[in-house]
């Protein structure tokens, strides 16, 4: 579809007409803009002229006003400064009176009554926080004092050099100065030294004191006399958790705790640290000296090795079982106590430093008694008794070693170190204790009636108490470290079983020497074949089946001391019936008739005679076979011996003694059944096992694994050394 032409022309027509419109609206705007921005040019001219008028008018003001300024800038900066110098001394003086409100609050609790030991407990925490409070105030009283008087001097001195005020303020300011000096000099030195903070801090030494007395230990007694201590547990059981453990033995309430940890705190704060000291180790120790005196420890005055010889073994006996469970009680309870209130009180002074020094002082008196004791036994001279006492010493040692460790290796190492040597001396006493049985003096003659003398039964019922029970593992301990110090510590020791077993055969060797020695002093030949084989057999029987046989060797002992018995008991029988016995096995001779006859019945005379001569003989010397077993056997080797050669001898001459009296094989029996006679038989039938008659009096003498004592060993021994009758019952 074509477009109309005339249409077109005429949108163009219009077109234009809008654009010329917007034209002369544009021009309008512009030229209203430059009319405006050439009347504003008018105005500024006018203002510039204006203006320039006030300038010149300013400048002559500010000329005019120049001292003014000077003078307010000066006075600013002088009030300045006199704020500096007086708040300083405004700041002094408020904190002197809060010092005085609390002194003031301190006199009035002092005048309180605590009433019982709870409210007592609460209002000396009230007491000791007021305490608190006033020092802090005169600490800060004494810092501010003088920087306080020093600023309001040199305020007095700038004033007075500048003329910077009148004279009236001038004097006035010198006035306070004067009068904050006499404070600083007077009042607040009292305040220090002889005020309300001086008697609080000597009414606090002496609460700290009193209720560190009031502290005590508890009975001690009955855990302390409730056995040998083999039982009681090593105290690793309670304290091996630390003292923060709940089974650590504490003193005192966790308020009392409080308020004393307080009540040092508040001293040492105000320069009073050596005095706590001094009252704390005081205290401590008196109570601890106190709760061990309880056990009534008497024995301990006693401890130089010269003076522990001269006691009566019961005693030393008694006072070392004592030394074993007192020592226990003190480290386990008393000593750790003291440990815990230590720490728990002193912590905090010097970053802990304190209380384990003042714990080893309250700890090295009260061990020290106890160590001292213990080196004097161990020093003292070697004696066989005392093994077993010296070997439950060093049990108790080491089972305390692992408590003395946690209790002292931190705080009291020098204590530590001597226990250790202590441990170290009572090895080498068991060692020399053990040595001297090897070389045990017997100076007394030997039994005249030919029994098992009192050294033979004494060492053998020792060397089974050494072998036996709770001994053995103390002996093996001692003997090994012994051992190591010998060798050196790199070498290999032997097995337990074997250091022990080779140290009781020498002594058993040392033994079987005192044996020899006494069976060669008898005269009477008889009599020393039967001492051999009482001694011999005792020592056989007594050891058979025996833990000390084990580790010596069964074999060894047989073929050592059993057959060595029955060497003398055939021996005996060769010595006492051998003559008989020939004269009775020799041929009548040439004779023959009414001479051979009487040869016969001489002989047979003559036999009698010598058997109630060897019957008489046995009774007048007293010989005795103290065992049962071994009385029957030498009894029926005899008749084994006799009767049946007396027998032929008698069926020979059976027509030479006919019509006349004669010792009937019969009778000849009955009389060698009544040989040894009072041997005490009765004491020693329980020959199935080992038991020998007299020996049941022995055995009291050395404790058995179980316990007992050692009873009348000291006499014995001090008879034997003296050369004593040796047929006294042990």
Known sequence: MSSNPSSEIAGINNDDDSIISNLRASHAALSNIVRSSIAAARELDAADGRISC???????????????????????????????????????????????????????LSSGDGGDEGCSADHTMTYVDCVQKLSAAVAEVTAECEP??????????????????????????????????????????????????????????????????????????????????????????????????????????????????????????????????????????????????????EYLKTYEPEDIDRIEWESLESSISLWICHLRVAVHSVLAAEKHLSRAVLSSAMDGAVWPECFAQISDRIMAVFLRFGEGVALSSPEPQKLFRLLEMFSAASRLRPVLSLLFDDAAPDIAARFRELQKMLVNAASRAFATLENLPDASPPPSDASVPGVVRYVINYLKCVADGKYASAMVHVLRTESLWKAGFLSRPDPDEALLGESLARALDALLAIVELKRGRYKDRVASQLFAMNSYWYMYMRTRGSELARLVGEEEMREKYKAAAEAAAYAYQKEAWGPMLRMVQTDVGTEKGEAARAVARGKVEVFAREVEEILTRHRAAGYKVPDRDLREQIKKAVKEMVVPAYERFLHSCSTAMQGRPVLTPEALKELIGRLFEGSGGSGGGNAGRGEVGVGAAAEELVPSPGGGRLRRERRRVEGLRAGEGSTESL
């Not at 300038?55 to 005019?64: D, H, K, N, P, V």
């Not at 006075?75 to 005085?100: D, E, H, M």
């Not at 306070?176 to 009414?203: I, K, S």
């Open 54 to 108: 006030r300038q010149e008018f300013l400048a002559g003001i500010t000329a005019a006003i120049a001292p003014l300024q000077s003078h307010a800038l000066a006075t600013k900066a002088l009030n300045v400064r006199i704020n500096q110098a007086v708040s300083p001394a405004i700041s002094f003086l408020q904190a002197f009176s809060r010092a005085k409100r609390l002194e003031h609050r301190l006199l009035a």
């Open 148 to 297: 306080a008087v020093q600023r309001l001097q040199d305020a007095v001195e700038f004033l007075g050099r500048t003329k910077a005020t009148d004279k009236l303020r001038l004097r006035r300011l010198k006035d306070a100065a004067a009068a904050l000096r006499a404070v600083c000099e007077e009042e607040v030195e009292q305040m220090r030294y002889e005020g309300p903070l001086d008697e609080a801090l000597l009414r606090l030494q002496d609460e700290y004191e009193e209720i560190l007395r009031r502290l005590r230990h508890p009975e001690v007694g009955e855990s302390a006399g409730s056995g040998e201590g083999e039982s009681e547990p090593d105290g690793m059981d309670r304290l091996g958790q630390g003292m923060d453990g709940p089974d650590w033995p504490a003193l005192g309430s966790p308020e009392q705790i409080e308020v004393l940890r307080r009540i040092f705190e508040t001293l040492t704060s105000n320069d009073c640290l050596d005095i706590c000291i001094d009252i704390f180790v005081k205290v401590r120790y008196r109570q601890v000296a106190k709760a061990l005196m309880r056990l009534n420890p």
